[in-house]
């Protein structure tokens, strides 16, 4: 498996940005697809973006699409995910997730690795 460490989570205020990073170790980055996924206390870990090996293809949730991009840098192994527009419905812990294979997933069952989540605080 690949291990993964997130970055970038802090407080800003409605309407800022903010850029999470996810570094990867262990295995080859880029034959893996990787997700972000959040979760707000009391909720359920839920999906917001994800993109495929190359980074050729991304997908994002409905909730996020328009301000939120996910990209990726192999050279580097790792794997951002611009937030823009920030509301504080977005105040959460975000993880990033890694699946072999390489492809586009959007489910939790489908990525078996975990970072160990970042913090994500906006304000009104």
């Known amino acids: 498996q690949v291990q993964l460490v997130e970055s970038g989570g802090g407080l800003v205020q409605a309407g800022g940005s903010l850029r999470l990073s996810c570094a990867a170790s262990g295995r080859t980055f880029s034959g893996y697809g990787v997700g972000w996924f959040r979760q707000a206390p009391g909720k359920e870990r839920d999906f917001v973006a994800a993109v495929n090996y190359n980074g050729a293809a991304s997908y994002v949730a409905n909730s996020v699409k328009g301000r939120f991009t996910i990209s990726r840098d192999n050279a580097k192994n790792t794997v951002y995910l611009q937030m823009n527009s920030l509301k504080p419905e977005d105040t959460a812990v975000y993880y990033c997730?890694?699946?072999?294979?390489?492809?586009?997933?959007?489910?939790?069952?489908?990525?078996?690795?975990w970072g160990q989540g970042i913090q994500v605080t906006v304000s009104s």
């Open positions: 997730a890694a699946r072999e294979g390489g492809g586009i997933a959007t489910t939790r069952r489908d990525f078996g690795s």
